[in-house]
């Protein structure tokens, strides 16, 4: 009777509390993505790692919380690129009293690659050509760019260390001139999670804004920490072995780029390298991302390819 009890009880028993709840970005063709959102629990409520861009992707996670019966106490933004912080915005209309933890490297892109950005929208808002769901992602952007009070962080990540936040202990980690000028970075010891944000994309680096050495650093102060499952901004969690892979890819990525190489065959190499990380319907853009990347950051004067590797300009 008794082994009976057990075994009905080991059926019934609920699976173990999963360490943590994703909400994948979408990577659309046609717009601009969203970045993955990773909610944890804490003792006074949700913590919410990036909050996507698109007023849908801001939906499910206050649907989530609802569901849950529980407040979002704090935001963590991985960086400030708008696809992971514009959520915070409708984060913060809902939940008045949310914290939101991230470095100040919002403050040198508002003055620099924002503010071009922002020109470069009012021309495309006055093309009668742009399309509508553009124009509404467009919208919603500068609607963040105008009132950056709507998404600043009033808890500023400056230094890796241990860090209490909504009550849960967690490691933060801030690397400096890596894919922004501050990305933080978070590792959960007791459940041996690392979520990157975009020091890892499965698709291709985002370089918009990076320091391509400095990223590298932090990939191998990631590597450092001794996770089992790893989050990056956009794509799929990976195990260990995934990552090392992923970084191989990104650290041929870049050598290739920086060398003599036709540009043709670095972005074959990355296509090869990521293989296991990139869809087939993305490869096509896969192909002319990379290009663009290997042209802007690896490949073009020696001031352009070291701009990101010091502080953005904030006068
Ligand atoms: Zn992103």
Redesign the pocket.
Known sequence: MRLIVLALLAVGAPAAAEPYHLIP?AVPLDSG???NTIVLDAPQGLIVF?TGRHPEHAQAILDYAKTRRRPIAAVIN??W?L??TTGNWDIRRAYARVQIYASNALEGALATFLKDSRADTDKMLADPKTPPAVRDQLERGIAVIDHPERIRPNRIVARSGRMTIAGRPLDVHLAKFA?TEGDVWIYDPKTRTAIV??LV?GLVP?MDTACPEGWSKALGQIAAVSFKTLIP??GAPMTRADFANWRMAYDNFVKCGRSKTDEKTCVAGWQRDAAKFIAPDHRKYVDGAAAYYIETRLRSSPEEQQRYCKPLKTS
């Open positions: 970005g993505p969203d970045g990036d991985s960086h690129h696809d992971h894919a944000g975009d994309v985002f901004g956009h």
